[in-house]
């Protein structure tokens, strides 16, 4: 009997992704009651992958402008098809550090959008396989180029995502654009995201941990071993975007971690006269 489970289970594992079983096991906390929210990071995160780094690979492999152009689009299609979700660990627990999610939503989030990743790119490997078309790449940073404890990387992946955050909180919170606003403003995201990985190349920019993580396990065939790998993309992009998110805080006198910060708002005059109009 054992040797059957042995040899079942090694055939799991030879066909799925490494890691990816243990994405899975969120799924039942709660009664499943966090089922919905892992299903929607999976699928958006395979829509943003499939939709923004097809652009210069697919199409418009010989155009650089229209390539760009093609990025925005996938950004904003990615997000309206996969309903808005998180689809980045860093800004999952940006989200978590401002309150706008409890801490087992968080995990759940963490959980299907590295499930979604762990998928996506053998799953767009396959698909290019069979026709012919170019096949995705992934971030990377290259210690042996004169960064041998990865510092450079991750310095570059600690401003990439502390913008990437400061971005989200500027468009969805601070910016009103009526009718049009959410055409806007993820038109305004893609714009923001295209021009931080130009700005900041030397590690991919991921400024995402589940695009460095997962690309890594599928072009190396299994789970990164080398602390420099998260150091770079999970490190330094978390505490880069937890600054993003403490300045926000200051700003907008929201709770950070729970609490009230002892400085700040800056915003606070217009919350007090809004607060005194509705009562």
């Given at each position: 009997?054992?040797?059957?489970?042995?040899?079942?289970?090694?055939?799991?594992?030879?066909?799925?992704?490494?890691?990816?079983?243990?994405?899975?096991?969120?799924?039942?906390?709660?009664?499943?009651?966090?089922?919905?929210?892992?299903?929607?990071?999976?699928?958006?995160?395979?829509?943003?992958?499939?939709?923004?780094?097809?652009?210069?690979?697919?199409?418009?492999?010989?155009?650089?402008?229209?390539?760009?152009?093609?990025?925005?689009?996938?950004?904003?299609?990615?997000?309206?098809?996969?309903?808005?979700?998180?689809?980045?660990?860093?800004?999952?627990?940006?989200m978590?550090?401002?309150?706008?999610?409890?801490?087992?939503?968080?995990?759940?989030?963490?959980?299907?959008?590295?499930?979604?990743?762990?998928?996506?790119?053998?799953?767009?490997k396959?698909?290019?396989?069979?026709?012919?078309?170019?096949?995705?790449?992934?971030?990377?940073?290259?210690?042996?180029?004169?960064?041998?404890d990865?510092?450079?990387?991750?310095?570059?992946?600690?401003?990439?995502?502390m913008?990437l955050?400061?971005?989200?909180?500027?468009?969805?919170?601070?910016?009103?654009?009526?009718k049009?606003?959410?055409?806007?403003?993820?038109?305004?995201?893609?714009?923001?995201?295209?021009?931080?990985?130009?700005?900041?190349?030397?590690?991919?920019p991921?400024?995402?941990?589940?695009?460095?993580?997962?690309?890594?396990?599928?072009?190396?065939?299994?789970?990164?071993?080398?602390?420099?790998?998260?150091?770079?993309?999970?490190?330094?992009?978390?505490?880069?975007?937890?600054?993003?998110?403490?300045?926000?805080?200051?700003?907008?006198?929201?709770?950070?971690?729970?609490?009230?910060?002892?400085?700040?708002?800056?915003?606070?005059?217009?919350k007090?006269?809004?607060?005194?109009?509705?009562?």
């Amino acid at each position: 009997m054992f040797s059957l489970f042995s040899s079942l289970i090694g055939k799991i594992s030879e066909t799925v992704p490494p890691g990816f079983l243990l994405t899975l096991l969120v799924v039942p906390i709660s009664n499943y009651k966090y089922l919905n929210i892992y299903k929607n990071e999976f699928i958006g995160t395979l829509l943003m992958i499939g939709l923004t780094f097809s652009p210069g690979k697919w199409i418009f492999a010989d155009s650089l402008y229209l390539a760009w152009a093609a990025h925005s689009i996938g950004v904003i299609a990615a997000d309206k098809l996969g309903g808005g979700q998180n689809v980045n660990p860093a800004m999952s627990v940006a989200m978590w550090s401002l309150g706008k999610c409890d801490y087992t939503e968080m995990y759940v989030r963490i959980a299907g959008a590295m499930g979604g990743g762990l998928v996506a790119f053998p799953l767009f490997k396959a698909v290019t396989d069979v026709l012919g078309w170019t096949a995705l790449g992934g971030p990377e940073f290259h210690p042996e180029k004169g960064d041998d404890d990865g510092s450079i990387a991750a310095r570059s992946e600690f401003f990439a995502t502390m913008m990437l955050g400061f971005l989200v909180y500027i468009v969805n919170w601070e910016l009103n654009f009526g009718k049009y606003h959410y055409w806007i403003k993820q038109a305004l995201t893609s714009w923001g995201i295209r021009a931080l990985i130009e700005t900041f190349p030397t590690a991919g920019p991921a400024m995402n941990p589940m695009l460095g993580t997962c690309w890594a396990v599928f072009a190396n065939g299994g789970i990164p071993q080398d602390f420099r790998h998260y150091f770079v993309y999970w490190f330094a992009s978390i505490m880069g975007v937890l600054v993003s998110a403490f300045l926000y805080s200051v700003y907008d006198g929201c709770e950070f971690f729970g609490r009230t910060l002892p400085i700040g708002p800056i915003n606070g005059p217009k919350k007090v006269s809004i607060a005194k109009k509705e009562s």
